[in-house]
């Protein structure tokens, strides 16, 4: 039961939705999800076994997992910039800023912890590559119904996890010396339960969307 | 004064949470600006709609205003001269040799002047034609058949400078021209109709005047009686150009129409 979390059962019914949704998706980009959603499931089962049965910290997990989620959601969002002509350049600097961060914080950290800088500055990148998308979406005079849109779904869950995130993020430090002193539970446990709840039932409206797209209009 | 850790706990997930509200809000105002882009898009398409209706309605008026001229010039004309040819056809004694040759000479006459009105209005017929060979030839066409009346004196300038706007304009601006001349003859008394085509970089214009009766512009349209005139407003409008009307009784009216083309 220890395996039955909020994070644990939203990302498996949004790995199931992506499965159902997209499975015959002609586009690699949103075929993609099932292949990421299943990583995270087994990331989070396995954090869970890791922290629970073998006793020890889970941050290498995460460390690991935080690659792939920097990498598929960058390549997600210059996915959809590229009908907008957006250079691969960008994307390419943004890879290598973000890996030399990773490296340096985990040399910083001697491998002993979790690469918090790299994953505040991560959010906040893909906070402002949603704002990015919105700022496009309102220059874009050609009329398309957002309420129906499957990447606009997908960058509105992303901005509510990563803004959200941002403040527990910056204070996750802090959080973890003190929370569980001050409180019987811990504050950034109850925002990212909430945060993976939202993010993952706008992912999942974002796959029906697609779907009910290519149903509709068959590539 | 200290601030307990519990307070600062508290506050990081109040502002959590303020972070959370902020993409709400966000997100509400793109859908609602989206809304808004999709009821403008509509409007558009609704404008260019009546816009390609208007094209279609001046279309048939000067196919209409075409076939008007033929039917009074196959009455008027052509079929006086075919009368006159039968009359004196119906005349001639072949006995009276010297009269004969004069009789055939003048059917001869009036045959060829009858060929040479059917082909006039054969060219007459082919309305597109007339405005595809551009605004000012349409127009000097279409005074020729004015002038025919010999009613008016009629006067047309212009600084030799072709009109550069599209051809739906040019056609909506034939047809205007074509509504000022109708007004002119049915209604202003006039003698003199004078014509003026001025064209440079950035605009066309098009004045026409005359010298008749005139009316009140302001009571014609307080009235709504002015149904033309409303037309010729609204017509202009709808190429981005505008029209002047100036006019006071007895001192005849003058229709300026200027067509900026940016």
């Given at each position: 039961m220890i395996f039955f979390s909020v994070s644990t059962v939203s990302e498996f019914i949004c790995f199931l939705v992506a499965l159902l949704c997209l499975y015959k998706d002609k586009d690699v980009a949103w075929k993609l999800f099932i292949p990421f959603l299943l990583l995270t499931c087994v990331v989070e089962i396995i954090g869970i076994y890791v922290r629970e049965f073998v006793r020890i910290?889970?941050?290498?997990?995460?460390?690991?997992?935080?690659?792939?989620?920097?990498?598929?959601?960058?390549?997600?969002?210059?996915?959809?910039?590229?009908s907008y002509l957006y250079k691969l350049k960008w994307l390419l600097v943004w890879f290598a800023l973000f890996v030399a961060?990773?490296?340096?914080?985990?040399?910083?950290?001697?491998?002993?912890?979790?690469v918090s800088v790299t994953a505040s500055v991560m959010s906040v990148v893909f906070v402002l590559a949603s704002l990015y998308f919105y700022y496009v979406k309102l220059k874009d005079e050609h009329f398309e119904p957002l309420v129906y849109s499957a990447p606009f779904w997908w960058v509105s869950g992303t901005l509510f996890f990563y803004f959200g995130s941002t403040v527990c993020?910056?204070?996750?430090?802090?959080?973890?010396?003190?929370?569980?002193?001050?409180?019987?539970?811990?504050?950034?446990?109850?925002?990212?339960?909430?945060?993976?709840?939202?993010?993952?039932?706008?992912?999942?409206?974002?796959?029906?969307?697609?779907?009910?797209?290519?149903?509709?209009?068959?590539l | 004064m200290q601030i307990s850790s519990k307070e600062i706990i508290s506050l990081i997930g109040l502002t959590s949470i303020i972070f959370l509200i902020a993409p709400l809000f966000l997100i509400l105002y793109v859908l609602s600006y989206n809304r808004r882009k999709k009821k403008y898009q509509e409007e558009t398409v609704m404008l260019q709609k009546n816009f390609d209706t208007e094209l279609l309605k001046t279309q048939m008026e000067v196919q209409e205003q075409t076939l008007k001229t033929v039917a009074y010039d196959l009455h008027d004309n052509i079929g006086q001269l075919l009368s006159l040819t039968t009359i004196t056809l119906s005349s001639i004694n072949l006995n009276d040799n010297k009269n004969t040759a004069e009789k055939i000479a003048l059917v001869e006459d009036l045959t060829m002047r009858s060929i040479k009105e059917v082909k006039a209005l054969s060219r007459l017929l082919h309305g597109e034609e007339i405005i595809s060979r551009g605004l000012k030839?349409?127009?000097?066409?279409?005074?020729?058949?004015?002038?025919?009346?010999?009613?008016?004196?009629?006067?047309?300038?212009?600084?030799n400078v072709?009109?550069?706007?599209?051809s739906a304009q040019e056609t909506i601006l034939f047809r205007l021209f074509q509504e000022i001349i109708n007004n002119i003859i049915q209604h202003a008394k006039a003698?003199?109709?004078?014509?003026?085509?001025?064209?440079?970089?950035?605009?066309?214009?098009?004045?026409?005047?005359?010298?008749?009766?005139?009316?009140?512009?302001?009571?014609?349209?307080?009235?709504?009686?002015?149904?033309?005139l409303h037309n010729i407003i609204k017509r202009s409008n709808m190429i981005n150009g505008n029209a002047a009307i100036i006019s006071t009784p007895v001192n005849g009216t003058t229709v300026t129409i200027n067509l900026p083309y940016k």
């Amino acid at each position: 039961m220890i395996f039955f979390s909020v994070s644990t059962v939203s990302e498996f019914i949004c790995f199931l939705v992506a499965l159902l949704c997209l499975y015959k998706d002609k586009d690699v980009a949103w075929k993609l999800f099932i292949p990421f959603l299943l990583l995270t499931c087994v990331v989070e089962i396995i954090g869970i076994y890791v922290r629970e049965f073998v006793r020890i910290p889970n941050y290498a997990i995460y460390n690991f997992y935080i690659l792939f989620e920097c990498v598929f959601t960058s390549y997600f969002f210059f996915y959809l910039y590229k009908s907008y002509l957006y250079k691969l350049k960008w994307l390419l600097v943004w890879f290598a800023l973000f890996v030399a961060m990773y490296i340096a914080e985990l040399v910083y950290n001697k491998f002993g912890n979790f690469v918090s800088v790299t994953a505040s500055v991560m959010s906040v990148v893909f906070v402002l590559a949603s704002l990015y998308f919105y700022y496009v979406k309102l220059k874009d005079e050609h009329f398309e119904p957002l309420v129906y849109s499957a990447p606009f779904w997908w960058v509105s869950g992303t901005l509510f996890f990563y803004f959200g995130s941002t403040v527990c993020n910056n204070f996750s430090k802090y959080l973890a010396m003190y929370e569980i002193i001050a409180y019987k539970y811990s504050v950034r446990y109850l925002i990212f339960n909430l945060l993976n709840i939202i993010m993952y039932i706008f992912w999942s409206y974002a796959f029906i969307c697609r779907y009910r797209q290519r149903k509709s209009f068959p590539l | 004064m200290q601030i307990s850790s519990k307070e600062i706990i508290s506050l990081i997930g109040l502002t959590s949470i303020i972070f959370l509200i902020a993409p709400l809000f966000l997100i509400l105002y793109v859908l609602s600006y989206n809304r808004r882009k999709k009821k403008y898009q509509e409007e558009t398409v609704m404008l260019q709609k009546n816009f390609d209706t208007e094209l279609l309605k001046t279309q048939m008026e000067v196919q209409e205003q075409t076939l008007k001229t033929v039917a009074y010039d196959l009455h008027d004309n052509i079929g006086q001269l075919l009368s006159l040819t039968t009359i004196t056809l119906s005349s001639i004694n072949l006995n009276d040799n010297k009269n004969t040759a004069e009789k055939i000479a003048l059917v001869e006459d009036l045959t060829m002047r009858s060929i040479k009105e059917v082909k006039a209005l054969s060219r007459l017929l082919h309305g597109e034609e007339i405005i595809s060979r551009g605004l000012k030839a349409a127009i000097e066409f279409e005074l020729e058949w004015l002038k025919r009346s010999d009613k008016f004196q009629v006067s047309f300038t212009h600084n030799n400078v072709p009109f550069n706007g599209d051809s739906a304009q040019e056609t909506i601006l034939f047809r205007l021209f074509q509504e000022i001349i109708n007004n002119i003859i049915q209604h202003a008394k006039a003698t003199v109709i004078n014509i003026n085509l001025q064209g440079d970089v950035e605009n066309y214009k098009m004045i026409i005047s005359d010298n008749g009766v005139g009316f009140d512009v302001k009571k014609i349209f307080a009235r709504k009686a002015g149904m033309g005139l409303h037309n010729i407003i609204k017509r202009s409008n709808m190429i981005n150009g505008n029209a002047a009307i100036i006019s006071t009784p007895v001192n005849g009216t003058t229709v300026t129409i200027n067509l900026p083309y940016k």
